[in-house]
């Protein structure tokens, strides 16, 4: 099993980033998946998750600035990132769970490795 995440970087307060996560060894379509991040001294938060069949959940503190979405004929799952923030730098990763409970309340049972970014101000 492996998901990599990718497109990270810097990127100047403001700014736009999409990451992807692209996953490989198991069956993508069966899985929902989700965002996180965590930030130096800090615990890990999770930021968004979407269903196998598209429905989405994102929470409070960055609804209308992050959006997640998901490719299944490319394995792959997306966070469009806008209006970054400097709080916003971390390391983002992402996960899969094949669970049935409500999205908020997922367990995962595969990660990724992260992804750096970092917002200047």
């Known amino acids: 099993v492996q998901l990599v995440e990718s497109g990270g970087g810097l990127v100047e307060a403001g700014g736009s980033l999409r990451l992807s996560c692209a996953t490989s060894g198991f069956t993508f379509d069966d899985y929902a998946m989700g965002w996180f991040r965590q930030a130096p001294g800090k615990e890990r938060e999770g930021l968004a998750c979407i269903s196998s069949d598209g429905n989405s959940y994102v929470i409070n503190s960055v609804k209308g600035r992050f959006t997640i979405s998901r490719d299944n004929a490319k394995n792959t799952v997306y966070l469009q990132r806008n209006s970054l923030k400097p709080e916003d730098t971390a390391v983002y990763s992402c996960?899969?769970?094949?669970?049935?409970?409500?999205?908020?309340?997922?367990?995962?049972?595969?990660w990724g490795q992260g992804t750096q970014v970092t917002v200047s101000s």
């Open positions: 996960a899969a769970a094949r669970d049935n409970r409500p999205l908020p309340l997922l367990k995962y049972d595969y």
